[in-house]
Structure formats: structure tokens, C-alpha cells
């Protein structure tokens, strides 16, 4: 019953992209149901694996990662063998961390083509400079990029239930969207073309979570 309600949520994020004569091409699913997170590299193989969560077998961050020499999210793990261009990324989150903190996050990155460069979305329990951004370390401290003025954007990173995602790229114009939960609406919205292309992965800036039913696809 969860993967059913899970493949619809994806089925959802995939339909709800907008762009009805650019079918994308997936490049990749990963659900996890065979215990293994092969094609997945972490920057921190000891803080990750992949556990049952409710009937379903998903891909768990358990530790917080150790800052490195930006400022920049800790932990990430990337999909191997896709350097991409214009993309959707959808999947599930979830953020372990106690709702009462704020702060709390999920990241989804792409663009990976070091570890001080590439792109990420943030969602995050609140909004402001540096929570619930797409921000873009370009061999420096992070920066927002996004449009959504800082503490303007909307954030549903409130609890520790699965939430739906969807980040794409348009290679063409340079937009970048961020979804959750509605996948017909982004909550955040930048262009940007620095980097232009890379890997695309899953982290956190300080917290633990698990994310799963993750599918990449290029488009057009």
C-alpha cells in the first residue's frame, strides 16, 4: 500500500511539471526495496544506509555531518554515472530532527561537480536568509539564490512525516523550481546557469532524515 500511494506521488511530481510537449526520460529510479543503495555515493559512507520504515525498505541518514571548508550542506550522497543538464529530480523526504527546532532541513542538491561547487535546494521548518533557499556554493560560503524574498518563502518542513519533492532545471532559460508537497506550485523559484551542469543527490546541512522512491529523468 505505501509503495502504490509512493509510485502515485511520483507519477504526480512527473505530471506536474508543466511542460506537457517535453516529456522527460528517466535516467534512474531508486526505491531501495532490495536492501542495497548501489549507484549512491555518500561523503560519509558510515552515516548512511538503507533501513525498513513501514512496510518499505528507504534510504536513511542517521548522523550529522562535520563541516567542511565552506559553508555548505555536510552531508550529501549522489547518484553516480549522470552528469546532467537540464533534469527532474522527484522523490520522498523526511526530517528525523525535532519539529521544534526551526532550522531543521532536507536538502536536495544537483549540479554536484565538487565539494565546493554545486547547487541545492533547502527545505527547511522556517524561512529566511539561509533556510528554505535554493542556494548555490560556487567556491564560497553558500549564497540564496532564489527569487522568494528571505523569510518570504513558503516552508512545510514542520514535522517528521514523508513529504513529496520535485527539483527541475531548464537548461534552456536557466530556471530552477523546487516543490513540495503541491507539485503543480513551486515554492521556489531562481535562474541561474554558474554551474550548468553535474550530479544530483540528497543531503542535509545539520540534520538526520531518509528520502526514498527517488527517480531522475532528463529533460529535452
Not at 521544534?100 to 527545505?123: E, K, L
Not at 532564489?146 to 527539483?167: I, M, Q, Y
Not at 532559460?173 to 503541491?182: F, K, N, Q, S, V
Request: with cysteine; hydrophobic share 40%.
Amino acid at each position: 500500500m505505501l509503495k502504490a500511494v509512493a509510485a502515485a506521488l511520483i507519477l504526480a511530481a512527473v505530471a506536474g511539471c508543466g511542460r506537457s510537449v517535453r516529456a522527460p526520460a528517466r535516467l534512474a529510479a531508486s526505491d531501495f526495496e532490495d536492501g542495497s543503495a548501489e549507484g549512491w555515493l555518500p561523503n560519509d559512507p558510515g552515516h548512511w544506509r538503507v533501513a525498513a520504515d513501514g512496510g518499505s525498505m528507504v534510504y536513511e541518514l542517521t548522523a550529522p555531518g562535520t563541516p567542511g571548508p565552506v559553508r555548505a550542506p555536510t552531508s550529501r550522497s549522489l547518484l553516480a554515472g549522470h552528469d546532467v543538464a537540464s533534469f527532474e529530480f522527484a522523490g520522498r523526504l523526511r526530517c528525523d530532527t525535532d519539529p521544534a527546532n526551526p532550522y531543521r532541513d532536507m536538502c536536495v542538491i544537483f549540479h554536484y561537480q565538487d565539494p565546493t561547487h554545486f547547487g541545492y535546494v533547502h527545505f527547511a521548518g522556517s524561512s529566511d536568509e539561509v533556510h528554505n533557499i535554493i542556494g548555490l556554493v560556487d567556491g564560497a560560503d553558500r549564497v540564496k539564490i532564489n527569487a522568494e524574498p528571505a523569510g518570504g518563502s513558503v516552508f512545510r518542513l514542520t514535522d517528521r512525516a514523508w513529504h513529496a519533492f520535485k527539483v527541475t532545471f531548464d537548461s534552456r532559460t536557466g530556471e530552477i523550481r523546487a516543490y513540495l508537497d503541491d507539485m503543480t506550485a513551486p515554492i521556489l523559484t531562481a535562474r541561474g546557469t554558474t554551474l550548468g551542469h553535474g550530479l544530483v543527490g540528497v543531503g542535509s546541512f545539520d540534520d538526520t532524515g531518509a528520502f526514498d522512491d527517488l527517480v531522475l529523468s532528463e529533460l529535452p
